[in-house]
């Protein structure tokens, strides 16, 4: 494995290229940038629920993010610019263009945040992981969560005159209790945050459906004001989608719901599985 002071060099030499972009380069030294290997270590990993069932979400910024910041980068003295990219649907992730070295790892998603400060910035919850990428040897790392809801189909989706009907399901994952626990700690708390604000009927001819991907002539929504959903938590609830949808199609479907409480500033969406429909 490189010492960390060559790391050190190529990560200059690589954040420099970066930062240079498309900017014309007169200094012959310069070019020699090119010279060193782009990053190319690689962090897997997912992201599971208590009892170890993937957490899934949306695929892009509505889902769960990762987030990296690099320690040997830090510990050097230098502002530390953290790496963020998104889970898959299924709560898993990937990537393969990074240095050798010490990171802090964290997700963010419809669950309880991993990392909490208070008004005044002091930690009072920490359950990032601190890792070690080694040349040559892909790091795997798993995060156990508390989802904000379950969202499960009662029944498999039925096709009635062009319309996908879908039974569900919506629970509390965390009892509202334990949810406002966790969240006080970091003095900002109000019991709206705990209320389910809508369920999405996804449609798409992917199975990757959701926020970003799906068709929005057949997909439907249903807002819910105040604690409106608190009865029909645990109750089966009928959904619908909206038009006709010609015969011979095949369809993806997913069900979303989220409660009124953002992380890293975005109310996310837990879902089902995707399903698939064959419109007769």
């Keep these: 494995m490189e010492d960390n002071s060559m790391n050190n060099i190529k990560r200059i030499a690589f954040y420099a290229l970066a930062a240079a972009g498309l900017m014309s ?17 690689t962090i897997r990993g997912r992201v599971v629920d208590m009892d170890g069932n993937p957490v899934l979400t949306d695929q892009g910024s509505e889902g769960i993010r990762v987030r990296l910041l690099d320690l040997e980068w830090e510990a050097a003295g230098n502002e530390v610019t953290p790496q963020d990219f998104n889970c898959m649907p299924d709560g898993t992730f990937q990537n393969t263009k990074l240095f050798p070295g010490r990171y802090n790892v964290t997700v963010d998603g419809p669950f309880v945040p991993l990392v909490m400060d208070d008004a005044q910035g002091v930690p009072v919850a920490d359950n990032s992981q601190n890792i070690e990428i080694i040349k040559g040897k892909p790091c795997e790392v798993e995060f156990m969560v508390q989802p904000f809801l379950n969202v499960e189909f009662v029944d498999y989706p039925q096709v009635s005159d062009g319309k996908i009907v879908a039974k569900v399901r919506v629970s509390r994952a965390i009892s509202k209790n334990d949810l406002k626990d966790a969240i006080s700690q970091t003095g900002d708390w109000k019991d709206e945050y705990a209320n389910v604000t809508d369920i999405q009927l996804y449609v798409g001819y992917n199975s990757s459906i959701g926020y970003r991907s799906h068709d929005s002539e057949w997909s439907s929504y249903v807002e819910y004001s105040g604690s409106a959903f608190e009865s029909k938590l ?6 619908r989608t909206n038009g006709v949808i010609p015969s011979g199609r095949k369809m993806y479907v997913r069900v979303a719901a989220r409660i009124n409480y953002q992380t890293a500033n975005v109310r996310r969406y837990n879902y089902t599985e995707p399903l698939e429909v064959l419109i007769p």
């Design 25 to 41: 380069v007169a200094s012959c030294s310069l070019f020699k940038i090119d010279n060193y290997e782009a990053p190319d270590e």
């Design 234 to 239: 645990g109750k089966e609830i009928e959904l």
